[in-house]
């Protein structure tokens, strides 16, 4: 097992005896299923807190401001992945993988193998983030489907992943259910785990048409199904002020007749259903996180009206969104 360790290494080269170096080179180096370290202080504030999961599957979590502009060279061992999530609004991040400058500006992610990789950070920004570690063992255990791990390995193969906007409200529920998470010790584990598996999800649905979709039987050229996974994915990111048929269909390049039909087609239900299913599905998330009252929830997925939106909620799940929020309270 000890090749399969994570093998982390942080260096600075412009100061080879750099606190932050050596003190999150230890942290990577401890035993203990939980540990936090703060920055010292006279490198900057804020702490990174590690969380061993499984053996092969580790998480980060880090909120970090420094005091002047650092330069930090990672590497790891190859047989990782990381799926790295920038959480805070004034999150600003350049990193260098594979010698490709990806720069992220506010929430996004980052997702791939980052066996190398080079970190400027700015002097008085914030780095508020969350970087889950797995080998590619563990990827078993969380993707028993070897068809679907197959095709995450491939999509994780292929240059890093950029979400270039923000990161998807139903991914951002998730992280924060991570952050805010209330159970101590083995439960914190399982739980953390079912997360994890989550994300995995929602990560593969928003990839894995790019070796899917040329299965699919439909009566539509290459061109057409790409424009209607694009429509998608415009979506999904913003299901709360999605464009019109019109505009969607303009942004795609394809006539309202293509784009209504194909997208039920290939997805199985109409536009505007998709939109309203995505935005109930986040309501419900965002109920059961941030124990935020109906009202207010309803507002943040494009309702104005809470009584239509209860109406919606009801016929999805089966429960009003008050019976809902009572049970997660």
């Known amino acids: 097992m000890q090749k399969d360790k994570l093998n982390f290494k942080i260096m600075n080269n412009q100061d080879q005896a750099c606190s932050f170096c050596i003190g999150l080179t230890k942290l990577f180096n401890k035993n203990s299923f939980e540990s936090i370290w703060a920055l010292p202080e006279a490198v900057g504030k804020g702490y990174c807190k590690r969380i061993v999961i499984q053996p092969l599957c580790e998480m980060v979590i880090y909120d970090m401001t420094f005091y002047e502009d650092i330069s ?63 080998h ?70 928003f990839t894995s048409y790019e070796n899917t979709k040329t299965s699919h039987s439909l009566k539509h050229s290459k061109e057409d199904i790409d424009s209607l996974y694009k429509a998608k994915k415009i979506l999904d990111e913003d299901v709360v002020f999605p464009p019109t048929l019109n505009k969607l269909a303009k942004l795609v390049c394809l006539n309202e007749y293509k784009l209504k039909n194909g997208f039920k087609e290939l997805f199985g239900m109409p536009v505007h259903a998709y939109v309203i299913d995505k935005r109930l599905e986040i309501a419900r998330q965002l ?9 207010e929830v309803a507002l943040l997925v494009g309702y104005s009206d809470s009584s239509h939106f209860a109406s919606k909620f009801r016929k999805k799940y089966g429960m009003n969104p008050s019976e809902y929020l009572k049970c997660h309270i």
């Open 287 to 295: 109920m059961a996180s941030k124990r935020l009252r109906v009202t």
């Open 72 to 134: 930090l060279f990672q590497s790891q061992n190859q047989s990782w992945y990381t799926l790295d999530f920038s959480l805070g609004e004034d999150t600003r991040g350049h990193v260098c993988l594979k010698e490709r400058m990806l720069e992220n500006k506010g929430c996004g992610i980052v997702i791939g193998r980052r066996d190398n990789s080079t970190f400027n950070y700015q002097a008085h920004k914030r780095y508020y983030g969350m970087t889950i570690y797995m």
């Open 136 to 205: 590619s063992e563990s990827l078993t255990c969380f993707i028993r489907n070897d068809s679907i791990r197959h095709l995450f390995i491939k999509s994780l193969d292929s240059l890093p992943y950029l979400y270039k906007n923000k990161t998807p409200l139903c991914m951002t529920c998730i992280l924060h259910d991570i952050l805010h998470c209330r159970y101590p010790n083995d439960l914190k584990i399982m739980y953390l785990e079912a997360k994890i598996m989550e994300l995995l999800a929602v990560y593969m649905e």
